[in-house]
């Protein structure tokens, strides 16, 4: 099964569900701002990343650049905070299978689906 954490106002994301749509491929749509993704279900996708969670962040947000940047934070200090402001999580995140992309740039999610 094919996932995508989607932000419908992000133009990326908007970029990479148009790719998926025109996949022909099933796919779920998740939309992470209104539906946040639990603690256990951000570390799966941290995982199927294969990147530590501060390569899931977006550090030019002003929720970032005013609560947590200059701050020392553990890898589950940094899942807390895009647990508790998703607004932080990059975007779009594409899963299939086990693996997954990060859609910035677009082709990343092209060649995911290749595989």
Request: with cysteine; proline share 5%.
């Amino acid at each position: 099964m094919i996932k995508i954490y989607h932000n419908p106002r992000c133009r990326k994301s908007r970029e990479g569900l148009e790719i998926l749509e025109n996949s022909g491929k099933k796919f779920e749509v998740i939309k992470y701002l209104d539906d946040v993704p639990t603690k256990e279900e951000l570390k799966e996708v941290i995982n199927c990343l294969d990147i530590k969670p501060i390569y899931l962040v977006r550090k030019s947000e002003s929720i970032w650049k005013e609560k947590f940047k200059n701050q020392t934070l553990s890898d589950e200090d940094i899942i807390e905070a895009m647990i508790s402001y998703p607004k932080l999580i990059e975007r779009p995140i594409v899963i299939k299978n086990n693996n997954a992309v990060i859609g910035r740039p677009a082709e990343n999610i092209t060649n995911l689906l290749k595989e």
